[in-house]
Every structure is written in structure tokens, then in C-alpha cells.
């Protein structure tokens, strides 16, 4: 007899905790509103998951502290590793969806991952807030009504940006592309392929690499053969390090700027004495005078995290700030929505009028035809010094 | 409990519709990966649980099958009822090509192909962008239902996968994957063709994964490379060996666990892997049938089902339906120039039971492989009634009408009683009819009186051995061989056993016996053919075999004039064996052996082959452990210490077969021999040199090289270097020529001369009663006498050696 | 271009063999082998880089204690994921070891974190350039390493007692038995040696790439296949098929892209075998699995 026992257990309790929840869910009235977010929190791409995750929270931190959204309800962040795996974020937001019962899902650094995700978050009519993932068509996926919004980068613009950094600092007449190869790697050879075409210049040639790849330096190779006088990166810390590991190996001084991938991870010490050599992209500085906004987060943020202690610390800062506005944002949506239903949620993000925020002050950020709050004037490039991400200056 | 197990069944499906219906869609959604993962389970549950191999690629399967039903629907615009029937068909095309390359090899080797098809097939879906969108995968892949329903459509396709494996185990193909696992050479000899089998079994398993792949994708609507890491491969394995391989519910108790427990222990999150791990490693300790496996012992005793009383005349007429002689002519093979079998003709007419005997050595079990299939000869014809089945393979010979059992038993350990014989009937066909009234009265017939439910593998030897006649007979063969049937059973069974393979010759069968039991051969046999180093020196009707000098000679050793020795009185004792018993697994061998050895004394150990003298050698070295009773050696006790401790107390064994290292060098060898010492100087080579001057030339030859005298020699020196308290020879004459084997014996007694204790086990009766201070004589794996070396060779040992039981001499 | 990929090949290709020969010294003995072999290079790195960065030991006396370690998991996996199967009869060490790869896997992940980490090096910061081809100096060493270990192993088994004892072992373990040879005890160096190998492997190869919890997988299986392609039982076929292995792999890298490479080369792997099923070096393959 026990074995029926045990059998039966294993297969009826899941059914039983399924229905549960459901009698649970609508039991509760004054419980927390619950912030979802699928990001990369281990792996090469860990810091990319830890930084929003602050930004989130700091963020979340200040609306409790006011008493919360909707008659009191605090915030609550419910966190899922998708390991940079297409197929695991997409199965942690079903379950942020169905068991955790999320408000919103916040996406983290990687595109695939996005990619994956907004199909379903359209079929669930759950918004879903991309707050570091670059590739066009995460937001511009042609759903009707689209639940995708981002606070974020898009390649298009960021590419334009790349390819003119490139031209103004370093006189670059013909780039070579050397990006990684998945979706977001290909969204941004077309972003930067109509780039250059824009302002008139040639790429020298475009080499390709996997996550993986331990030794870029026969596509360097290529490029260098193929003439290419300025290098522009588009891949994540560790193959992004490896990159500047075999410029180094060949002694190529050739200067190298790079899309904001390689700020999620320990860059620096995976690329070591040559990281410095990379010009990037991120959406904000803490360096530098700031705004109110920015005086109050990097306080909050060193009073809150003891390895923080100046605006260096704050690392990667693109993380922390789109995730500090978009959670922001996200408040002023839920309180226009009245709701945590999805779409009444949709409806409140694009209904904004204006805010206040850390990178910029926003107006209108999302409409019908946008739903991206961030466009070509918000970037700044930068670059490592030590651990520290400082501007670029002159 | 009929009732209670529907009622069960049915709150079972009712909560699993429940939850994909009812419940929000991610529980539906964990109910189909469930579903999906119990799946693939299931296929690998064919592979490995019955065919009984690895695969770490079902991950591969898994992904092309999805990426097929992806494209199918993505692109080229067919529904999902039409894309998964082709995806799966796609998936079992490109296993049966992968099994070509795949089941050349087996273990590590089978294992690391299907590891690099699984990295291939993710490398392809990566690279092949425009099929199947790279790195970012395929997504809108669209499904049949919305998720509860497409999971409830898995979790029906699980079921029936569950239903269809139950009852593909008692299948014709179930029965013989398991039986090629279990063993291969048994199966050849019931006509099972492995290859074929093999296959079926890799290209199911693929399909399953192929199908479960379709309806993953399906499920999530999205795939991507990533969807199908490796280390999937390795949780698919897990589920199969956590649930318990072979088991039917098996693969779901293990998907279960490998799904739903991160749902439980969601606090473990971090640990989960690490908490998989470590009770994977648990269950393998403790639970090595896995969870189901364990469940099942536990609650599910083997329950004997009452039957009708067998009919043996049933029996009877099967084995009566097929007739034919056995005949073979000039057969001849060659081992890398040791000719094992030189050119004997061999004929087993129907109704009569034809005997192989000979010394160790001669060839017999090479000539029952020879005729049977399992090895091919170098020249030479063998004909089954008019069929040719020379150089046959031993599944087409056991189809021709030829049926052999083995050495040592072997019967398909993971399968009942009935279903060996069953699979005997069925002589390697993939389908057809195996009447259990028949098999029962095959078993009746050989007098298995035991459960027919029982495992073979827990059956005891007598019944190993009955079970795999019965299953022999059920080919319905006109020939059947057998390969030292008598072996490790009491003088009562060999009687049942004697007048079992009478009455099956008297039913038209051509019996071929190949037996050491001289007493089982003279009493049965209708011709006996002696074997001696590959040749027949003799044949004839036994009492005409008993008096050929010949075969005295090959037994006993040439009576040349070999002058004895004078016995010398009994020295301070130095081994005292009381009380022994010893054998292999649940053959005992050896029973209650005393023997004592005093220092400086030379003690003969006699008996006929198969008494258990190289048991007893084993058994007093050490290389069979454990061994009931006491072994006292100069103070020290050795029936519990291992054959290295049992060498460094000063025992040392020069074993049977001279076992020197092959690729190592002579003088490599010798200084082996000196490991139990830490004083070991070079001058000790010279001295064995000395001793043994033909191995001074070869000194540094690989001892592979040597000739079989050599390689003796080599032997005793190598034992000798250990300066021994006691040396064990066993069977030192063993295929050597006359006068290699009388310089030999020189030795010994020069050794003897000074003072070395000598324990030797020999054939050459007359060369050891010639050196021996004294003797014992062991039959049946018992002492049947001991004395001086006079008295032993006059009273028995003739009729010891060739027939009748000898009387104990005191 | 040509020279890079020469370089490259070597490098990984004799790390690669120096796995692998662990592979081979215990399967020649007992039949066996580590599954999660992979995990004892992850060992050795991550150890290296825990005392010599994390708490700021010097090199020289980092690296023989994470070897030490090494050699010591060797013995634990021997000891609980191996004998007590061997001892049953069974194949399930396969999976044992596999789950205690899982095992160890797991615990650096919780000890060491999730990210990939550096191990600085100075002999993989200052290339020596000629042309347009620079390498590290480690890049160098590494084969040198690789090949002069698998050189001492060599000189180990045939030039010392313990050696022969092993080869002893290797032909005919009853009869090793009989000369009062531990053969069990020996099993168990050979793990030692096996996981100290690839510890050895682990550390040299951490400088050129990173060091992270997961690093071991596709070594070992690389090492794996490079083993079974060298025939499990001969060490210099071994050694051999790992610099094979690693020049297929960056030529493919270099010329097809790196898309490619694991087609390739797993595609290598499949046609040797079924070519030559037992290795291509594999004159007499003892499969016991």
C-alpha cells in the first residue's frame, strides 16, 4: 500500500497546490504588489542582474516609504535567474505569471532572452518593462495592444551613436564589426550597417562569435587583414574580455568602441591590463554634477550597499539607472491604472504625462506608436578605470 | 485491490486534467514538461533499462524533433498534426543513420557518440540561421490547444507511452533486448540476432525523445538552442536511473522528482543541483533499482500463479519436430600461432549421446564454439542435418537446428523463468507466438520443480543450469551441445541431470556432451571422442575408451620410468587449512577441504578436472574472497586477508595458465616477483638464471614471446623471487611437451632438495607422486583421500580420474 | 594565420591530452573511469584562484596545494563513486561519478559564485610578437607542459617500481595480486594522478581563459573524446589525438568560424569511430562498461 501512497502524492499534490493557490490568490486583499524580474543573476552576465536588481530596489525602497501604491500596498521584488538561457526566462515568467500572480516583469542585459519573453507577456496581457536588452524588436514586435515597454537602449539609435563616436574620436574611415552571434548580435549588424551607410563610411568587415569562444583571435585576424581601423563590439563581459585578450596577444593598438554588453560583468578583470582601452555606451554617469534625483539614488545606494562608496561604485550604471526609472515609471502607471490588471496597467504606462527622473525628464515617455522612453540624446560614453566607470572627457 | 488500483488510477487522471484545465497555465505548463521529460524517459527506458546502454544524446533527439515541428510550422505552413508525425518520422530516419556509426560500439565509446551528435545537432541549430533562427531560436510555434490542453495532451501521450512500454518488455523484440543485455552470447545461441535489436532499441528511444521534442515545442510556442543544453541529456539519464531503468513506472516516478521537487523546495533554488547530486548518488547506494525498483521490492512480492498441471508429452513433440545429425569435418583454428584446434571430425548422429572429453587444454569448449558459431574456423566444414553452417554466425546456427548451453550458466538474469524458455520458442523472431503451456512443459520436462515468476538471476545453480536446457529445447534444435552441464552439481543431480539427457536422445535429439564428470560420461555416453591438444586421439564406445592407453596417457602423463622418491617425514606445521569452503557467487565449489602442510614437506593435491583443485589454489592465495573456514599460516590466519596480503604473509601461488606479464620483459617479470621483499638485488636474476638457463637469452623479450615452457619457467622463478615460505604450483605441466615438463619437475626437485615447502596441483599424477612427501585426492570439491604417495596412486586414482567414484584410502 | 591557429591548437590540444591521460591510467587499471573528470580541471583552477587571489597566497605555494587537493578529491571519487560499484558488479560508477561531478560542481558555485573570474598571470600579459602573430608566453608553456608531463608519466611507468607495478596491474591484475601488489591501493593512486592531471590542466589553462564553476564541462567531455579517440589504454595515442584534436578544432575556428568547430570536430569524433570503433590508437580495447 504505501507505494499507491507515494504515487498518488506525487502526482495529486501538485494538483492540489495548483488549486490552492487559486482559492489563495483571490483570498488576499492588502497583500504586497509583486514586481517581477527575469534577468541573468548568474553567470558572466551576473552584475547586469545585480545592478537593476538595486535600481529596482532603491526604487521600490523610496514608493514604500511613502506608503506604497494603491491604498497601501507595498512593493514587493520577486527575482528569477534565467542563467542568459532563452528557454528558462521564459519559463521563470510563466511562473512569475501564474504562480507568483506579477504585476509587471522587468527584463534583464540579454536580448534572446527578451526576445522570448514578449510573445508571452502579449499572450498574458501582463506588461513587461525591458530595462537593459538593446534589440529593436523586443518592443517592436507588432503586437496589437503591445504589452512590451522598455527604459532602455535601442540598437538602432545606440548604433548610430557608436558608429559617430567613432568617427569623431578616433577618425575612424572603415570600422570592423565584431559581434556576438545571436539576435541581439544581429539586430545590431543591421543597426550598424545602416549606420555607417548614414554617415558615409565603409565597414572594413564583420566577424561573428559565440558566448563561449575562449580565443577570438583568428576572427581579429580577419579583421585586421580586412583593414578595419577602428574595432566596434557588440557582446557581453567574457567574450567581450577575450576580445581585448587577443588584441593584446597581437599587439593590434587598433581603438575599440563597444555597445554596453560588456558593462554587465567583471570586465575589467576578465579583459585585464587592456580594458581600459574600450570606449562605451551607457545611459548615465553618477560622476560628474547630478541632479536631484541623482544626489538622492547614489545616496540611498551608499547607505544601502556597503561596497558602494562613490559614484565609481555604482557598477554597471546603466543597470541601476533604467531600472531606477523604469520602477519609477511603473509607479506612476500602476497609480493611474487604480489596478494591478494588465491591461489597465498597459493603459496607465501610456497614459504618463511627464516625470521627473534620473536620466532625464521625461514627457509623454510611452505612446501608442513608442514604447521606447529613451532615444539617441540620452547616452554617454565611457570607460574603465580600474573597477570604476568613469565618462570620457575631451 | 484491482478496484482500489483504478480507483486510484482515476483520481490520478482526474487531478492531472484538473490542473492542466483548471489551473493557471503554468501549472498546465509544468504538468506538460512533466509529461515531456517522463517521455523521453521512456524511450531511454527501452534503451537503457532493457538493451542496457547508454546514451547521453537524447537531448539532440529531443531538440530535432522540436526544431522539426518548429520549421514544419513556422515555415513551411503545415498544422501541428501534420508537423509532429513528421518531425518524429524525421527523427527515427536520422537515428537509424546515427546507428550505423553508433552500435559498432558500445559502452564509453557508444556513450561518447551520442554526446557529439547531441553537441552537433545544438552547433547546427545555431548555425543554420535560416532555418532555424540561430541563437534566438524560433518562436509563435504554433500548438493544437492552449497550454492546459496541449499538456494534457502530452500527459496522454505519456500514458499510453507508459502502457506501450509494459507491455513492449513481455514482447517478442522487449523480451529480446533484454536478454542481449543480459547475455550476449546466450542470446546468439538462441538465435537472437544483436545487431538488429540493438537498433530498434536506439532508434524507440530516439523517437520517444523526437515525439516528447514536438510537443515541447508546441508547449512553450518557443525553442532556441539553449532550450537543449547538455546537461539535459544527463537529467534525462538521471530520470531513468533515479526512477529505477526497467521499471515501467520507472521514468515517471523519476521525471516526477526531477520536475516537481524544485517546485517544492523552491528555497533550494541554489542548492537544487547540488541536493540532485547528492541523492542521485544515494539512490545509486542504497537503491540500486532505482525508486520504483525499491518500491516494488518492498510491496510487491513475486507472487506464484497457480497453473494446470504441464503436459511434458507437449514437450516432448516439440523437440521431437526437428531431426539431423551433426557433422563436422577437418575443423581447424589458430590463436596468433597456438593451433587450439588441429582438423577433428566430429559426429553426433540423432538418438545417441556423443561425449567430448580430454585434459585441460585440449580444445573442447573451443570445438563446441567452433561448431556452434561463436568463434569460426579456419578450415573445416560443419553441417547441421543437410545444412551448411560453416563460419555461420551463432544466431543462424541456433536458427539451423543447433541449440548449446555454457560453461558457466547463463541464463537472462533480469527475465522469469517462463520467459527464458519463452524466448527460446521464439528462436530470435521479433513476433510470433510463445505459448506458455509449452514453456511450462519444457521446464517440467528438464524437472525444474521452482516458480516460474522467480528472476533467473536469483535462481540457485542447479536451476541455472535446468533453465537454460529448458531454453535450449525450446528452439526446437536437432542438435544439442553441452558445455560441462554437470559442473558444481551433487552426485544427485547429476543423475536427474544423466537420465534427462538419455531421454532427450531417446527423443531423437543428437546430444553432444562436453563434461569432466567421468563417471556422468561412461554412464550416458553412446560413443565418447578423447581430445588431446587440439587433436582426437581417440573414440569408441566408452568401456573401449576406458581401456585405451592413450587416453590414460594424456590423463595420467606418459608412465615413463620415473623413479619415486623416498617419502621424508612430516616437518613442523606450517599451513593448517580446516574446515574450507569456497566457490563462485552462489556456486559452491569446495566443501569442508582440510589440509596440512608441514615446513620443507612437498604435498601433491590430485583430482579429476573439475574437482576443484584451481578453486582450492584461489581460494588458499586469496583471489576468491570471501571463503567460509580457517586458514592458518605459520600464526597468521589468512581466510580473510586479500590475495596481496596472503603473498606478502609468504604464500605465494605460481597460478594455472602461468599468467606472466605479457608486455613486460622477462627480467620485468622477475623483478616483480620480488615486490613482497624490499631487499631485492639484481644478483637474484643471475641466480634465477641460473636455475632456469633458458630464459637467459630471452631476458629481455617481452614475455609474451616466450613459448609455453618459458613462460613456466618464467612463472616458477617470478614465484620464487618472492622467497616463499610456502609455493603453490598449479598445474605447472599444462601443455608442455613430455621433456619440457620433465625438466620441470627437475626443478621441483631441486627444490625440494633444499627444503623448499612445495603445495603442487598437476595432472601428470605420476610426475607429482613421484617428488611427494605426501598427497590428498579431491572429487566434487571434497578430500576423498590422502596418503602416501604409493597407496594413492595404486588404490584410486585410475578410477578417479576415468569413471566410478574412488574409495577412501586412510 | 596559419601560425595562430598552430599555436592555439597546440596549446589546448596538449591540455587536452593531459586530461585525457587521466582517463587512461585508470580505465588500463581498473576499467574505469571519472565521468565528471571535467570537475576535478574546475577544481583545480578555481582552488588556484581562490588561495592566490582570493586570499593572496603567492603562486608557488597556491598551486601545490590546490593540486594536493585535486589529488585528494581523486581518492574521495574513487572511494565513493567507483568502488563501491566495482565491488557490486555494476556500471552505475558511470552515473556515480557523474552525480558527483553535479556534487562538486555545485558547491564551488555556492562557495566560488556564478561568475566567471580572472586568474592574472604575468606570463599571459606581455605577448612576444612576431609579425602579426603574438603569443603569451604561457601559450608556450602549456605544451611544454602538457607534452613533458606526459613524458614524465611515461618515465613514471617505465622507469620506476611503482611503474611497473602499475603495468603489472594493467596486464593481468590477479596475477599483480599474487606478486603482493595492492592492486586496489593502485586504483586508487591512479585516481589521484587522474584528477592531480587535470587540476595540472585546470591551472595552466586559467590565465588564457576564465576561471568559473562550470568551467569543466566541455573540457572533460573534450578530454573524453580525445581519450576515446586515442584508445583509452595508450597513453601516446592519447597525447597524440589531444594535439589532433586541438589543431582540427582551431584550424576549423580559424577558417570555417567557430560556429563550425564543434561540427566538426564532434563529426571527426563520430567518423573515427566508426572507422576504427575501438580508438585510433586502441589496439586492445577492454570495454567492461
Known sequence: ??????????????????????????????????????????????????????????????????????????????????????????????????????????????????????????????????????????????ANPNFVFRVSAVDVLVDRALIKHAMTSFSSK???????????????????????????????????????????????????????????????????????????????????????????????????????????????????????VGKRVLAAMMAKYPDVKGPGDVTPPVGVANAYDAMQLTALALAKAGSTDGTKLREGFLGIESYQGLIKNYTKPFTDDNHDALNENDYVMVRYNGDQIEPITG | ???????????????????????????????????????????????????????????????????????????????????????????????AVLSIPALRVTGPYLAMVTIAFGFIVESVSVEWQGLTGGASGLAGIPAPFGTGGTALLACALCVLALVLFYYFTRSPLGLAMQATAAAPAAARGIGISALPVRTAAFVLAAVAAGLAGGLQAALTGFIAPSSFPFSQSILFLLVVVLGGAGRTLGPLVGAAVVVLLPEFLASLAEYRLLVFGAGLLIVLWIAPDGIAGAIARLVMPQASVPHARPDIDLALAHIAGSSGSLVAE?????????????????????????????????????????????????????????????GQPAYDAARAGLARTFQTAQPFGGLSVLDNVRLGLLRGAWRGEAPEA?????????????????????????????????????????????????????????????????????????????????????????????????????????AAVRADPAVKAAYLGATTSIEPLAPRPAGAPLLDVRDLNAGYGPLGVLHQIGLRVGRGETIAVLGPNGAGKSTLMKALSGLIRPVEGAIGF?????????????????????????????????????????????????????????????????????????????????????????????????????????????????????????????????????????????????????????????QLRDAMLDDAYLGAHPAVVN | MLATAIVSGLSLGSIYGLIALGFTLTFAVSGTVNFAQGSSVMLGAVLCHT?????????????????????????????????????????????????????????????????????????????????NVGIFPLQVLVPVVGLGLALLVHLGMHRTALGLKLRAAVENPDAARLMSIDVTMLIALTYAAAALLAGIGGILIAPLYNVAYDMGTLFGIKAFAVAILGGLTNPWGVVIAGLAYGLVEACATTWLGSGSTQIVTFTAVIAALALAPSGLFGGRAKVRV
Open chain 1, 1 to 142: 500500500m504505501p507505494t499507491r501512497l507515494t504515487r498518488r502524492q506525487a502526482l495529486v499534490l501538485p494538483a492540489g497546490v495548483a488549486l490552492g493557490s487559486l482559492v489563495g490568490r483571490s483570498a488576499m486583499a492588502a497583500e504586497p504588489i509583486k514586481i517581477g524580474l527575469v534577468a541573468a543573476l548568474s553567470g558572466q552576465s551576473a552584475k547586469s542582474g545585480e545592478g537593476i536588481t538595486r535600481g529596482i530596489t532603491i526604487a521600490i525602497d523610496e514608493i514604500n516609504a511613502r506608503g506604497g501604491l494603491l491604498g497601501g500596498r507595498m512593493l514587493e521584488l520577486v527575482r528569477r535567474d534565467d542563467e542568459s538561457n532563452p528557454a528558462k526566462g521564459q519559463t521563470a515568467a510563466r511562473e512569475l505569471i501564474d504562480k507568483e500572480g506579477v504585476a509587471i516583469i522587468f527584463g534583464g542585459i540579454d536580448s534572446p532572452v527578451s526576445l522570448a519573453i514578449a510573445p508571452l507577456m502579449n499572450t498574458a496581457k501582463v506588461p513587461f518593462m525591458g530595462v537593459w536588452a538593446a534589440a529593436t524588436n523586443i518592443t517592436r514586435n507588432g
Open chain 1, 174 to 292: 572603415k570600422p570592423g564589426l565584431i559581434l556576438v552571434n545571436n539576435g541581439w548580435g544581429e539586430s545590431n549588424l543591421a543597426g550598424l550597417t545602416a549606420a555607417a551607410e548614414a554617415a558615409g563610411i565603409k565597414l572594413a568587415a564583420a566577424e561573428k562569435f559565440d558566448d563561449k569562444d575562449a580565443d577570438m583571435t583568428p576572427q581579429l585576424q580577419r579583421l585586421r587583414e580586412a583593414g578595419a581601423d577602428t574595432l566596434i563590439l557588440v557582446g557581453n563581459a567574457a567574450p567581450g574580455a577575450q576580445v581585448v585578450k587577443g588584441l593584446q596577444r597581437s599587439a593590434w593598438t587598433v581603438p575599440i568602441v563597444s555597445h554596453w554588453g560588456i558593462s554587465g560583468g567583471r570586465f575589467p578583470e576578465l579583459a585585464g591590463s587592456w580594458a581600459g582601452k574600450v570606449h562605451f555606451v551607457q545611459t548615465y554617469s553618477f560622476f560628474g554634477s547630478q541632479n536631484d
Open chain 2, 1 to 95: 485491490m484491482k478496484a482500489i488500483f483504478f480507483v486510484i488510477a482515476a483520481l490520478l487522471a482526474a487531478g492531472v486534467a484538473a490542473t492542466c484545465l483548471l489551473a493557471p497555465g503554468y501549472y498546465a505548463y509544468l504538468m506538460g514538461t512533466l509529461a515531456t521529460t517522463a517521455l523521453v524517459g521512456v524511450g531511454l527506458n527501452v534503451l537503457l533499462g532493457l538493451a542496457g546502454e547508454v546514451s547521453l544524446g537524447q537531448g539532440g533527439f529531443l531538440a530535432l524533433g522540436a526544431y522539426g515541428v518548429g520549421i514544419l510550422t513556422t515555415k513551411a505552413g503545415l498544422n501541428f498534426w501534420e508537423a509532429l508525425p513528421l518531425a518524429v518520422l524525421l527523427v527515427a530516419a536520422i537515428s
Open chain 2, 330 to 390: 577437418g575443423v581447424r583454428v589458430a590463436f596468433g600461432g597456438v593451433v587450439a584446434v588441429a582438423g577433428v571430425d566430429l559426429t553426433a548422429p540423432p538418438g545417441r549421446v556423443t561425449s567430448v572429453i580430454g585434459p585441460n587444454g585440449a580444445g573442447k569448449t573451443t570445438l563446441l564454439n567452433l561448431v556452434s558459431g561463436f568463434q569460426r574456423p579456419d578450415t573445416g566444414k560443419v553441417h547441421v542435418g543437410s545444412a551448411d553452417i560453416t
Open chain 2, 438 to 542: 509449452l514453456a511450462r512443459a519444457l521446464l517440467a520436462l528438464v524437472g525444474y520443480t521452482g516458480s516460474e515468476t522467480r528472476l533467473a538471476a536469483t535462481l540457485p545453480h542447479v536451476d541455472r543450469r535446468l533453465v537454460e536446457i529448458a531454453r535450449a529445447l525450446a528452439t526446437k534444435p536437432a542438435v544439442l551441445l553441452l558445455d560441462e552441464p554437470a559442473a558444481g552439481l551433487d552426485d544427485a543431480d547429476t543423475a536427474k541431470l544423466g537420465s534427462l539427457l538419455q531421454r532427450l536422445a531417446r527423443a531423437g535429439l543428437a546430444v553432444v556432451l562436453v563434461e569432466h564428470d567421468m563417471s556422468l560420461v561412461m554412464s550416458i555416453s553412446d560413443e565418447i571422442v578423447v581430445l588431446d591438444a587440439g587433436r582426437r586421439i581417440a573414440s569408441g564406445v566408452p
Open chain 2, 634 to 790: 605459520g600464526g597468521v590466519e589468512l581466510a580473510r586477508l586479500p590475495a596481496h596480503l596472503v603473498a606478502r604473509a609468504g604464500l605465494i601461488l605460481v597460478p594455472e595458465g602461468r599468467q606472466v606479464f605479457p608486455q613486460l620483459t622477462v627480467a620485468e617479470n622477475l623483478r616483480l616477483g620480488a615486490t613482497r621483499r624490499g631487499d631485492f638485488d639484481n644478483a637474484e636474476i643471475e641466480a634465477m638464471l641460473e636455475r632456469f638457463p633458458r630464459l637467459r637469452p630471452r631476458l629481455h623479450t617481452a614475455a609474451g614471446l616466450l613459448s609455453g615452457g618459458e613462460q613456466q619457467m618464467l612463472a616458477v622463478a617470478r614465484g620464487l623471487l618472492a622467497r616463499p615460505d610456502i609455493l603453490l604450483l598449479d598445474e605447472p605441466s599444462l601443455g608442455l611437451a613430455p621433456a619440457v615438463a620433465a625438466e620441470l619437475f627437475g626443478q621441483f626437485t631441486r627444490l625440494r632438495e633444499e627444503g623448499m615447502t612445495l603445495l603442487i596441483v598437476d595432472q601428470m599424477a605420476d610426475h607429482v607422486l613421484a617428488i611427494a612427501d605426501r598427497g590428498y585426492v579431491i572429487s566434487g570439491g571434497r578430500v576423498v583421500a590422502q596418503g602416501a604417495p604409493s
Open chain 3, 51 to 131: 588561495l592566490a587571489v582570493g586570499m593572496r597566497w603567492p603562486m608557488i605555494s597556491a598551486v601545490p596545494v590546490a593540486l594536493l587537493a585535486c589529488a585528494i578529491w581523486g581518492l574521495v571519487v574513487e572511494r565513493i563513486a567507483v568502488r563501491p560499484f566495482v565491488a557490486r558488479g555494476t556500471n552505475s560508477w558511470l552515473m556515480a561519478t557523474v552525480a558527483l561531478g553535479i556534487v562538486l560542481d555545485n558547491v564551488a558555485m555556492v562557495l566560488f559564485g556564478k561568475e566567471p573570474r580572472a586568474l592574472p598571470s604575468a606570463l599571459a600579459d606581455d605577448p612576444w610578437v612576431i609579425g
